[in-house]
């Protein structure tokens, strides 16, 4: 079975930096693509960072290219969301997404401007 887990969520003020750990367990990981999603009240879920298997190759929703990096380390089945001058705007449910098929129960970031 396949488990999911989301961490590193909070409460920040316009401007910090939070880091998000997804692991993933029950699954080849160093085989699986990665994304992260966030859901605001009341929108659709959105994309927001891809990460290939390896690490090498990523991809980026517009509203959080420059500001957010997504990376993994396979070794411990992990992979992480750096989120970098956070926005009011930032604030939503962060989803991890293992091998497209399975989610976590998120992760709430908060932002205050």
């Known amino acids: 079975q396949v488990h999911v887990v989301e961490s590193g969520g909070g409460s920040v003020q316009a401007g910090d930096s939070l880091r998000l750990s997804c692991v993933a367990s029950?699954?080849?990981?160093?085989?699986?693509?990665m994304k992260w999603f966030r859901q605001a009240p009341g929108n659709e879920r959105q994309f927001v960072a891809y990460?290939?298997?390896?690490?090498?190759?990523?991809s980026y929703a517009d509203s959080v290219k420059g500001r957010f990096t997504i990376f993994r380390d396979n070794a411990k089945n992990t992979v992480y969301l750096q989120m970098n001058s956070l926005k009011p705007e930032d604030t939503a449910v962060y989803f991890c997404q293992a091998a497209i098929a399975h989610w976590g129960q998120g992760t709430q970031v908060t932002v205050s401007s």
């Open positions: 990460i290939s298997a390896s690490g090498s190759s990523t």
């Open positions: 029950g699954l080849r990981f160093d085989t699986s693509t």
